[in-house]
């Protein structure tokens, strides 16, 4: 007893010797409402006061629905990626509103009468100014809070969401500049656009428009890219023309946790700026604004073309009949995406190609893909029922009117390397591996060939991109999702079927150890810290230890989350 009592204090000082790191010992929990720590009503109001009225406690989207005027969201609302980016409840994948692995679970589906508050956070703050994310940014790491970041919403692993959190809800960060000469260091590295966190893809490929410039961006409407995008990586089917989004960035202005606000560029902070490129979303700090390259306009082949598939194995096979034919843009650095999606309409599967070729003809445009064409219309079982061609300039080849979601979906990936596709058999491991995915399950197969061109040259930039996109040729997603009707055990299969069946049916094609685009991605990846970060893993824990020694930005599968439990609550 006496003995026990001597080493007591000494254990203690061992363990917060261990944690130590700002002179204090580092809390195993995050406060939750209950807590001792956990702030009272006037420190909320006093945080409030800060920032000017527009912290605002947080209701899940179906509540949200019913407190308007209608009384319920119309299904345009409820599936609109505008409509849910304003709104600091919503997802755009609703199964990330839901706390399934709450004790008890804690659920608001959009037929609800009773509704949990689930995974969705306690409190957001509405930032509008910097000085607001900085308030929230103090108060979450001086009250031991759990702090969310969301900007559109639209992450497809959740991490703009958590449980018992506060959220800096970023969606009214809305400023847009161009300039044609952007100075880092004394340097002008050229034109360029600058954006908050609240503007969209759409709105960066309208806006350039009027200047006769185009950036690299995906073709989603309402994704951020000084949000979430950037930080993963960003592809985009220019990607084979200038790059990844993260390749074109020249710098980050980002609060990180001490509440400071950064410059983050080739100069200055340059290891948070190697990080905010790559490291993954989330893990860094809030950024305020980013500054991407912009290049001329230019005019482009647009096709659009769509067969309806009668099964899985005419699936395979025109899977197959593609990846013959994947090498058949190289030559101008063409985009495509080429999907195997369910149509509503007809009830079934189909395979669906976008392409995008820069600075074509129609006739040009055409004939890249005539071959492919022959090829797809002797597949058994396939019909063809969209062709389409036209010429646009590249900014409306690339724009989007809204996001469809409001949808139940997880998803896994990989980075399929480009040597993959040049095996001799290699339409026949594709064929093999896309019916094999729809047999096992896999509600949609998405591909995109945004790799390869620019991407493969731009291996020597110094970023946080995992070298997996530089030898990529191809990004493939196989996607699960499920209806609100399904059991909570069904729910949990669904939720883990990349990692327990897909994944070992893609590496037939990918092989055992290529890696995977963080941004679209599964969430239980094992070894997440390879399959996303690659050999860049250690920079990156030891560049986070720098800016964020406490951890205050977590997110799951992110850098130095293997310290914290799934709900980025407690140590473990
Ligand atoms: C319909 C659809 C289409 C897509 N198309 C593409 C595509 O073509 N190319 C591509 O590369 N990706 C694409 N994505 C994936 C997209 O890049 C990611 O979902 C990305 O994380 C979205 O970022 P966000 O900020 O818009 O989303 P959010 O859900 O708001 O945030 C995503 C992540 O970024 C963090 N974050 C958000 N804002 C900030 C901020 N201001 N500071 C710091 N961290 C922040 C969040 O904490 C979270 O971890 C698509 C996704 C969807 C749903
Ligand atoms: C913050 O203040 C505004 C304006 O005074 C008020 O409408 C809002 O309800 C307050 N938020 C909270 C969480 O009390
Ligand atoms: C909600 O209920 C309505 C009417 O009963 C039904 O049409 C709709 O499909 C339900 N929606 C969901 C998401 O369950
Ligand atoms: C694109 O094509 C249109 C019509 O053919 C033409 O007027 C325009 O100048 C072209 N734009 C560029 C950037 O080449
Ligand atoms: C398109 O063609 C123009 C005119 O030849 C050229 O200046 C521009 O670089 C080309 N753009 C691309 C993306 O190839
Ligand atoms: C990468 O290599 C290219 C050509 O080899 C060169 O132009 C470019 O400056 C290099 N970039 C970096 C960041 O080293």
Known sequence: MGRLQTLLPLISLALSLSGLSSGKPLNKCRNVPGDAGFPDANAWGTLNETVGGRLAPVVPFPEFCRSLPAGECTDEQWTSGLFRSGVAGAMDMINFEQGYDLTPPSLCFRNSTVCGQGDVPLYAVEAETVADVQAAVKFAADNNLRLAIKSSGHDLLGRSTAPNSLLIHMAKFKDMAFTDSFVVGGEDLGSALTVGPGVHLQDVFKESKTHGKIAVGGSAATVSPAGGYLQGAGHSLI???????????????????????????????????????????????????????????????????????????????????????????????????????????????????????????????????????????????????????????????????????????VMGSRLIPTEAYEREDAPEVVEKVYRELLDAGAGAIIGSLVAGGQVSANANISSAITPAWRTAKTHVIAATVWPDSASLSEINTYRHLFHTSHLAILEQLSGPNAGAYSNEADIYEADFQTTFFGPNYPKLTQIKKKYDPEDLFVVAAGVGSERWDEFGMCRV
């Open 239 to 409: 990607s084979p023309l200038f790059g990844l989004g993260a390749d074109n960035v020249l710098e980050f202005q980002v609060v990180v946790a001490s509440g400071e606000l950064l410059k983050a560029n080739s100069v200055e902070h340059s290891d948070l700026f190697f990080a905010l490129r790559g490291g993954g979303a989330g893990s860094w700090g809030v950024i305020t604004s980013a500054t991407f390259r912009t290049y001329p306009a230019f005019n482009a082949t647009l096709s659009v073309i769509q067969f309806a598939l009668d099964s899985h194995a005419a699936a395979g096979a025109i899977a197959g009949v593609h990846a013959k034919h994947i090498f058949a843009l190289d030559a101008v650095r063409g985009g495509q995406y080429f999907f195997v999606i369910p149509s509503v309409e007809l009830n079934k599967q189909t395979f669906w190609l976008m392409t995008v070729t820069a600075n074509t003809t129609l006739e040009e445009g055409k004939a890249l893909l005539q071959p492919y064409l022959d090829d797809a219309m002797e597949v058994e079982g396939a019909t063809l029922i969209v062709k389409t061609f036209e010429q646009r300039v590249i900014n409306d080849a690339l724009y989007a009117e809204d996001d469809s979601i409001g949808e139940n979906s």
